[in-house]
């Protein structure tokens, strides 16, 4: 029986993953934990706890107490914040990540799933098509930690045969939560002030393209991965993924077939030197390849469903 811990719980990630995981294995074998407190339907589909993961005599009682054999680590101070605040974001995201790595290799936990990210990516990077294997000179400290982050994951698989699993995650859509301070969160505000305010300033420039993902797209790839043939995985630092690409531009004219008052105006913020230093599309044949990847949702699907859902949401909330 798997006893399953997700770190970071709480936020946009960790909230959806950890329902869709008590689906698999059962509400009582996923323990959620973050350092705030989760939505209800987290409470309340199973066990909750605050647990901060820089806390490694908590952590390490935490695993042995409960027997978890595999952990989801989804910590982490998001690209915008990070440009913020980069010293204590570095320290997060990179502390947390070796904790969680030398804690499973002493107590003998079977498998870790650790996020990247498009962020590992820089301006040397090529931009159509990014290929798993290619220059990766991130500018941000976010990227920075992020690529850090894959080397040791690597570094954990080779040296102490650590079953270590990562995905780059492009930018993720959710109606579920709210925008958590990344670059490509613009994608989820949209949407409410769209349903909102009928109108939205965009932090982008309109033309910039960049590699986006629906959130249950993006939790079934992380699934799939963890439950994937170890015999058939090539790539043990970090695996490209791909859903949709476009511009700000292109998603408000999408907007606009369902809202046809909508209006964006755009003001790029620091967030705009952050989104030229990434690709446009990404190249993610391996992870078809190996585990048999494939993304569901267009743009035209999930703007429809986003438009009702955060509709819903807004008006439960009056």
């Not at 490694?56 to 054999?69: A, G």
């Not at 941000?140 to 894959?150: D, H, M, R």
């Not at 954990?156 to 109606?175: E, Q």
């Not at 170890?230 to 077939?257: A, C, H, M, Q, V």
Request: glycine content about 6%; overall charge neutral; hydrophobic content about 40%.
């Amino acid at each position: 029986m798997e006893k399953i811990l997700v770190i970071g719980a709480a936020g946009q990630i960790g909230s959806e993953l950890t329902l869709a995981l008590r689906n698999v294995y059962g509400d009582s074998n996923v323990y959620a934990t973050d350092i705030k407190d989760a939505p209800k339907d987290v409470k309340k589909s199973g066990p909750f706890q605050i647990l901060d993961v820089m806390d490694e005599k908590r952590l390490i009682h935490f695993v042995i107490r409960y027997k978890i054999t595999q952990i989801y680590l989804l910590a982490a101070v998001l690209s915008g914040n990070a440009e913020r605040l980069p010293l204590q974001a570095w320290d997060i995201n990179m502390r947390s990540l070796l904790n969680i790595l030398d804690l499973a290799r002493e107590v003998g936990v079977k498998k870790i799933f650790w996020p990247s990210s498009i962020a590992v990516f820089g301006l040397t990077t090529p931009k159509i098509n990014t290929p798993q294997l290619t220059f990766t000179e991130p500018n941000t400290v976010y990227g920075i930690s992020k690529l850090a982050g894959e080397r040791w994951c690597e570094y954990y698989y080779k040296r102490f045969s650590l079953d270590v699993r990562s995905i780059r995650y492009p930018g993720l859509i959710s109606y579920k939560t709210e925008a958590g301070g990344g670059t490509t969160d613009y994608a989820v505000e949209i949407f409410y002030d769209a349903v909102e305010k009928g109108k939205y300033e965009c932090f982008l420039k309109p033309d910039t393209k960049l590699p986006m993902m629906f959130m249950p797209d993006a939790i079934r790839a992380t699934i799939e991965l963890m439950e994937a043939n170890e015999n058939k995985l090539s790539i043990r630092s970090s695996y490209n993924i791909s859903g949709i690409t476009f511009d700000p531009k292109e998603l408000s004219d999408e907007i606009k077939k369902s809202v046809p008052g909508f209006e964006i105006t755009y003001k790029p913020d620091f967030r705009q030197a952050i989104a030229e230093s990434w690709p446009q599309s990404i190249d993610d044949s391996v992870a078809r390849n190996d585990w048999n990847w494939k993304h569901e949702y267009d743009l035209e699907k999930m703007t429809r469903i986003m438009l009702e859902e955060t509709g819903k949401k807004l008006e439960k909330a009056k």
